[in-house]
Structures are given as structure tokens and as C-alpha cells.
């Protein structure tokens, strides 16, 4: 897998840990990657200055440099070991809101790759992903890889789901990303790869209960026969184009709700990693990532690398 050369990795206190560094260096080195360490004080420039300024005797200017320089020593600690192992790495400190200096990193040096360690994943579902976690993962232009403390050293069952539909453009972009990264890491990592699409046939209950439509039984069940065909022909289409070479893919096409099928899923398998797409929309202010995108990541305590479609446009705006 050749997609990765850029890598920003996020190294924050709260979420950083040794299987995420050794994941970093993994790809970075099957991708003749480069690393950039970030980590940001929550405070803008000259913010702490004014703040330790209101102080008596304090040397304002000092306690921030000293604030600053303190992270700078920690990422350069870190970077060590990575460099040992011959990956091209740079360390850098940002001052501002953790996800919008983030994302402008992103934008300003072209990064590919965010990866960051879930916040709180040791501390309970309710506390996975932490709120940059999920502003990055809606408003992120590039792939955002969130992972959870693992004492494995390789995922052993990986999740894709698509929703395969030939005439829209945005989706064939999307599901191609999402099985061009969940086939290759499943390859490097010998692991199950787990293909899910689900379906159903759009309001099938208000047209099977409702006492105005008086739709015969058996026309909607040819309507939800039909559905089912024309879903297993698209998915069929799609997997055409990525052979299971190693006897290792399983797919599944199951009829229901993706925010309660998908994480229902992964927690009776023992997922890993779940690759999903995440499809961008406007005209509602905040609402970068659909639905049930966000209804599943709310729910799922595994790992996720989430992409975007092609085209999507962050909000946060360079200054």
C-alpha cells in the first residue's frame, strides 16, 4: 500500500500510547512515509503570556516560552525512537483549538494521513471519541485514523462497509477508497476482511401497516425481492475488482438499519478496525458527516479509519 507518504501524527497526552507509534512506523515504513509529531497547546499565541502577566514578579514571556519549549522536548523524546528506525520525522507545536490547528496543518503541508490515539478509549464506550476526535473525523479533509490501545501488534478481523451504487458519483469515490485501504491492510496484516453493505427497501413498514396505501403483500414483496437483487448486483460489481486472492473476505449483505447492524457487527466479531466512509453535506451549518456515519462511530469501540469522498470540503479555513 502506496497511498500514505505524508503522516501527521497527533501526540497529545490524553490519547497517545505505544500501539499507535508502532502502527505510525509500520505504515510509514511499507509506505516510505514521512512522520510530522504535532501536538498543541489549547492557548493562542500570547494567550498565556497575558495570562501569567497578571501575576507579580512572574516573567510572562518566560513561562510561556518554558510552556512551549516543555512540548517541544516531549515530541522530540518521542521522535526518537522513530527516527531510530530510519523514518523521516519532524516535531511540531501548535497554539490554538486542538482540531482546527489540526486540520490547518493539513491543509498548509498536504499531510494524507491524520492518526491519532482515541481519547478515553480505556475509560469506557461513552468516552471513545473524545470531541476532537470527532470534529476531525467530520470536518478533516483527508483520512482520519482513530485507534483505540491494542496489545496486538496487527489487526485480525478488519470491517469495510460500501454502499455500492453505480450511478452516483460520490459513492463509487468513496467505497473505492474505502476497499483500496481495508484490502490492502487486511494483505499486510493476513486478517480477516469482513465486506458489509447494507440495505433495505425505504419505508417497506408504512407501506406494509399503512390503512391509505393498500399496497398488495405480495407486490411489496416483490418490491423488497427486487431491492435485494439490485443490492447484491451492485455489491457484486464492486467486488469484481477485488479478488479475495487468500481465501480471507467475507461478505455480507444484511437488510436493516447500518446504525444498528454495523456495531452490533463489530462487537459480535471482535472487530479491530472498521474502514468506513463518511459523506459530506451542506446546507445544514455543523453537519459535515451523515447520520448514520456519526450514529455508528457513537456506538463502535474499536478502531476506525474514516475517509471522505472525493471533493469533500473542510469548513475550517486557513487564517
Known amino acids: 500500500m502506496k497511498r500514505f507518504t505524508n503522516i501527521l501524527l497527533v501526540c497529545n497526552e490524553g490519547s497517545l500510547h505505544e500501539s499507535l507509534i508502532a502502527r505510525a512506523i509500520w505504515l510509514a515504513k ?13 492557548s493562542a499565541p500570547g494567550e498565556l ?82 470531541s476532537t476526535d470527532m470534529h476531525l473525523l467530520r470536518k478533516c ?19 469495510a462497509t460500501v454502499d455500492p451504487d453505480p450511478a452516483n458519483e460520490q459513492k463509487v469515490g468513496l467505497n473505492t477508497l474505502v476497499m483500496e485501504l481495508a484490502t490492502s491492510l487486511s494483505e499486510i496484516d493476513e486478517s480477516e476482511l469482513h465486506i458489509m453493505n447494507t440495505w433495505k427497501l425505504e419505508e417497506e413498514q408504512a407501506l406494509r401497516n399503512s390503512a391509505f396505501a393498500k399496497v398488495p403483500k405480495s407486490r411489496i414483496d416483490k418490491m423488497v425481492e427486487e431491492q435485494e437483487q439490485k443490492c447484491q448486483q451492485n455489491l457484486s460489481q464492486l467486488l469484481f475488482r477485488y479478488p479475495d486472492r487468500f481465501g480471507k473476505h467475507e461478505v455480507h449483505l444484511e437488510k436493516g438499519a447500518a ?61
Not at 527516527?83 to 494524507?112: M, W
Not at 472525493?310 to 486557513?318: K, R, S, Y
Open 30 to 42: 511499507a509506505n516510505g512515509a514521512r512522520i510530522t509529531l504535532v501536538d498543541v497547546v489549547e
Open 49 to 130: 503570556a497575558r495570562l501569567f502577566g497578571s501575576f507579580p514578579g512572574s516573567g510572562a514571556q518566560d513561562v510561556e516560552y518554558e510552556v512551549i519549549e516543555f512540548h517541544r522536548a516531549r515530541l522530540a523524546d518521542i521522535a526518537g525512537p522513530i527516527k531510530a528506525e530510519g523514518v523521516l520525522t519532524a516535531e511540531v507545536v501548535l497554539q490554538g483549538n486542538p482540531f482546527i490547528e489540526i486540520i490547518r496543518k493539513v491543509l498548509r503541508d498536504g499531510h494524507d494521513l491524520v492518526m491519532k490515539g482515541a481519547a478515553g478509549a480505556t475509560e469506557g464506550r461513552s468516552l471513545f471519541f473524545a
Open 141 to 159: 479533509p483527508c483520512p482520519v485514523w482513530v485507534m483505540k490501545k491494542s496489545s496486538e501488534k496487527r489487526n485480525a478481523r478488519i470491517l
Open 259 to 319: 446504525r444498528e447492524i454495523i456495531p452490533e457487527f463489530a462487537e459480535r466479531h471482535k472487530v479491530d478496525l472498521i474502514v468506513m466512509g463518511t459523506v459530506g453535506r451542506t446546507g445544514v451549518s455543523g453537519l459535515i458527516i451523515g447520520n448514520t456515519a456519526e450514529a455508528i462511530l457513537n456506538q463502535v469501540e474499536c478502531s476506525v479509519l474514516a475517509v471522505k469522498p472525493p471533493g469533500f470540503e473542510t469548513p475550517v479555513q486557513l487564517q
